[in-house]
């Protein structure tokens, strides 16, 4: 840990190699995962050795390198390609994709193009870490005051360069003495909660309490949830938010025991280009995450499975979004349209 509030760092490029922190392995062994060629970065985020919609983008952004210093332009592009078609939901990933791509297409150079490939992914790297912080500081004042907050999935450090997203405004606070508790859903069938969520936030010192899933209603009804804040891997333009399957629900029991429910994401993570959430792409996994955890058969064999990766929480259901930018409040597709065009104006 290099401080108090940040996690072992969890994607690192050097000597043309990309170094991973293999989140499947987490919490019992802290390895790192290797890649050398493209191949294995594809098959890394489609593992979720990497995951979590910004460090996915990074991941890949870094990935499209391993094709080479002396790989041509038509190269460079396949390896583009190959890598959107890892993960369909985290719009991050097709965001860092677009920007190599602009990058490649932005000079005639071939000779230079690698080099300019490679600061373009570092920019990219550096940016995410300055958003962590800011999402932090703007979040941390909406949940000033609250004694327990609950969160799901991990977007925390691990999703990200630093500090993440839903858990900045946690770190934000627990660098000045003043964290809340949290209450992390173990977040199933993968476990992202219990196993990441968990690990990070006891790393840095950051009291947290493991539930099942099916406890937050429970606990909300006895009045023990002050906030709910989680991650998004893409969000439309009305501001309904795809996030890690189970957080529509939780959003429902929220607005129902009147506890408020936020959204935070960086503002490459809204897809603007779709109106509404009902659009998002919805990963489909493999059956063996839910009948067979871990290699020990829960399901028979005749039973059918569904294995959605996601689902989307309408935007009625959230009360803001918290960005790098500031905090979207209500969001609306006329909210989310002034928060991006303040964005544009000239300062």
């Given at each position: 840990m290099s401080t108090a509030t940040e996690t072992a760092e969890t994607i690192i490029f050097r000597d043309g190699q990309l170094d991973l922190l293999d989140q499947t392995k987490l919490p019992t062994e802290l390895t790192r995962l290797v890649c050398?060629?493209?191949?294995?970065?594809?098959?890394?985020?489609?593992?979720?050795?990497?995951?979590?919609?910004?460090?996915?983008?990074?991941?890949?952004?870094?990935?499209?390198?391993?094709?080479?210093?002396?790989?041509?332009?038509?190269?460079?592009?396949?390896?583009?390609?190959?890598?959107?078609?890892?993960?369909?939901?985290?719009?991050?990933?097709?965001?860092?994709?677009?920007?190599?791509?602009?990058?490649m297409n932005s000079h005639d150079d071939d000779g230079t193009l690698y080099e300019r490939l490679h600061r373009e992914a570092v920019t990219i790297h550096d940016e995410d870490r300055r958003m962590c912080r800011s999402i932090g500081a703007n979040g941390a004042a909406l949940i000033q005051g609250c004694r327990n907050v609950l969160t799901h999935c991990n977007a925390?450090?691990?999703?990200?360069?630093?500090?993440?997203?839903?858990?900045?405004?946690?770190?934000?606070?627990?660098?000045?003495?003043?964290?809340?508790?949290?209450?992390?859903d173990e977040t199933r069938?993968?476990?992202?909660?219990?196993?990441?969520?968990?690990?990070?936030?006891?790393?840095?010192?950051?009291?947290?309490?493991?539930?099942?899933?099916?406890?937050?209603?429970?606990?909300?009804?006895?009045?023990?949830?002050?906030?709910?804040i989680v991650g998004a891997d893409r969000i439309a333009a009305n501001g309904d938010a795809a996030n890690k399957i189970g957080t529509y629900p939780l959003a429902v029991l929220a607005k129902y025991h009147k506890i408020p429910f936020y959204v935070a994401a960086p503002t490459n993570t809204f897809d603007l280009k779709l109106p509404a959430g009902d659009q998002i792409p919805i990963e489909q996994r493999h059956r063996d995450e839910v009948a067979r955890p871990?290699?020990?058969?829960?399901?028979?064999?005749?039973?059918?499975?569904?294995?959605?990766?996601?689902?989307?929480?309408?935007?009625?259901?959230?009360?803001?979004?918290?960005?790098?930018?500031?905090?979207?409040?209500?969001?609306?597709?006329?909210?989310?349209?002034?928060?991006?065009?303040?964005?544009?104006?000239?300062?």
């Amino acid at each position: 840990m290099s401080t108090a509030t940040e996690t072992a760092e969890t994607i690192i490029f050097r000597d043309g190699q990309l170094d991973l922190l293999d989140q499947t392995k987490l919490p019992t062994e802290l390895t790192r995962l290797v890649c050398t060629n493209i191949e294995q970065a594809h098959d890394a985020i489609r593992r979720l050795v990497v995951r979590g919609a910004p460090a996915i983008g990074i991941a890949a952004a870094y990935g499209v390198l391993l094709q080479g210093r002396d790989a041509d332009r038509q190269a460079f592009g396949e390896a583009m390609d190959y890598l959107a078609t890892s993960r369909p939901t985290a719009v991050n990933l097709f965001w860092a994709m677009d920007r190599m791509r602009d990058v490649m297409n932005s000079h005639d150079d071939d000779g230079t193009l690698y080099e300019r490939l490679h600061r373009e992914a570092v920019t990219i790297h550096d940016e995410d870490r300055r958003m962590c912080r800011s999402i932090g500081a703007n979040g941390a004042a909406l949940i000033q005051g609250c004694r327990n907050v609950l969160t799901h999935c991990n977007a925390g450090g691990l999703a990200t360069s630093m500090w993440g997203t839903a858990l900045a405004p946690i770190y934000h606070m627990h660098e000045q003495g003043k964290a809340p508790h949290v209450f992390a859903d173990e977040t199933r069938p993968l476990l992202q909660g219990a196993r990441l969520t968990a690990w990070e936030l006891s790393q840095a010192g950051v009291a947290v309490t493991v539930l099942t899933d099916s406890m937050s209603g429970g606990l909300m009804r006895c009045g023990k949830v002050d906030a709910v804040i989680v991650g998004a891997d893409r969000i439309a333009a009305n501001g309904d938010a795809a996030n890690k399957i189970g957080t529509y629900p939780l959003a429902v029991l929220a607005k129902y025991h009147k506890i408020p429910f936020y959204v935070a994401a960086p503002t490459n993570t809204f897809d603007l280009k779709l109106p509404a959430g009902d659009q998002i792409p919805i990963e489909q996994r493999h059956r063996d995450e839910v009948a067979r955890p871990g290699g020990v058969q829960f399901v028979p064999d005749a039973a059918d499975v569904i294995n959605p990766a996601f689902d989307v929480t309408p935007a009625e259901l959230i009360d803001a979004i918290v960005t790098e930018k500031g905090v979207i409040r209500s969001p609306t597709t006329e909210t989310v349209g002034q928060h991006f065009r303040k964005l544009t104006l000239p300062s």
